[in-house]
């Protein structure tokens, strides 16, 4: 079965550094990776979706990669601030409709 | 910005009763999905749901998980005799494509918990 991996369960780091978050899978090759953001007791909310023909994406301070020969994406925040702080999951986007997730990366920003 | 509403937002109840959770989707989205996330834990494709038919399940949506489309504006999660496992957090979404970019658009959540 697909399997999606990221391998940090938290990651630290100073405001205004730039955060860096893997996302490896396996057992599939999807045609889309999608990355969203969710904060304590919320639902996810979508940031980026990457398609397997882009190497990479960018938005406002966001950065996602995807290397398909690796199987993996990351995913950047550049100058990074303590509002940044949240869950960060990956994802990917089956054939049929269905999203499976990454058990999520916590980042936390301290000023 | 139109956002999907979830309710209620938090639903206690008792082992072997039947529980009802509402998702109101964008109004104009036509492919609907229930999640779940136990605590602590990945969040979990349960259902999608196309032209008021299920077009996939996973393993977990067992007989005891229904879904509807009881109107042209709710979609609901029916759970027949509630297990102390599944309490979660449950996370309707929707989508305007099954394809191409898919973005699903989640709501807010209703934290169940069996006792």
């Known amino acids: 079965s697909q399997k999606i991996e990221q391998n940090s369960e938290a990651l630290n780091i100073q405001e205004g550094k730039t955060a860096t978050l893997t996302c490896n899978y396996t057992?599939?090759?999807?045609?889309?990776l999608q990355w969203y953001r969710q904060d304590p007791g919320r639902g996810p909310v979508f940031l980026l979706l990457i398609r397997e023909n882009e190497k990479e994406k960018r938005k406002e301070r966001l950065k996602v990669t995807f290397d398909t020969t690796l199987k993996q994406s990351l995913f950047h925040i550049t100058a990074s601030q303590p509002a940044d702080s949240a869950t960060y999951l990956c994802?990917?986007?089956?054939?049929?409709?269905?999203?499976?997730f990454g058990q999520g990366t916590t980042l936390q920003v301290k000023p | 910005e139109p956002e999907v509403t979830q309710t209620p937002s938090h639903q206690v109840t008792q082992m072997g009763q039947e529980v009802i959770l509402r998702c109101v989707p964008i109004s104009n989205h036509l492919y609907f999905y229930w999640y779940r996330q136990i605590l602590g834990q990945k969040v979990e494709f349960l259902v999608s749901f196309y032209n008021n038919e299920i077009s996939e399940k996973s393993e977990i949506f067992d007989d005891q998980f229904s879904v509807e489309r009881p109107d042209g504006s709710n979609f609901t999660l029916k759970i027949r005799s509630t297990k102390l496992e599944d309490s979660a957090m449950y996370f309707c979404?929707?989508?305007?494509?099954?394809?191409?970019?898919?973005?699903?658009?989640f709501g807010a959540g209703t934290r169940l918990s069996v006792l």
């Open positions: 994802a990917l986007l089956t054939h049929t409709g269905k999203l499976i």
């Open positions: 979404a929707s989508s305007a494509s099954s394809t191409s970019s898919n973005i699903q658009y």
């Open positions: 057992n599939y090759s999807p045609a889309y």
